[in-house]
């Protein structure tokens, strides 16, 4: 069950049994989420913050996968984003993945200990934020970024252009 899908972990914790309810402090059930695009219609944005709240030790998360498409608000996942400080893994996607966003998430605890960071071809995430971001993630190792095309949205440089870019800004303060 540890490896299992989110929807057969929060049927088996939640709707089985009362007495199932421990299975929130098995941080081991829980150090990945995925959320991608099928779920959106079984989970909005207060039902992700009310799953994040659930869990006894949501610290253990590390790994958080969300496809928000254009319903989920984009003040839900900064606050989701902001209860999980021990992130490593983020892949975001969806049309209301913004550079708010980003940079709200370069803000967080969690930024410092990120190695993996994916965004998707929806996200609407400019340049400079990403960069922000790369800045205050020293142990970035992976950056993904789908459907790279336009100049003004981030979709333009390679992951070298990008790396040295945020070497620079973090030189530069």
Known sequence: MASGALKDKVKCAGGICKAWRFLRNVPE????????????????????????????????????KLDVGDRIPPDVTKKALAMMPGLTKLDLGGKKISSAVVAHFAKQPAAKNLESIALDSDCKVKLPDLLTLLATAPNLKSLRASNMSSSDIFTGSTVDDLELMALSMSKAR
């Open 29 to 64: 059930l829980w150090t990945t989420i995925e959320l991608p695009s099928f779920y959106r219609s079984s989970f909005d944005g207060h039902a992700i913050l009310r799953l994040l709240g659930w869990l006894r030790d949501v610290s253990k998360v590390t790994s958080f």
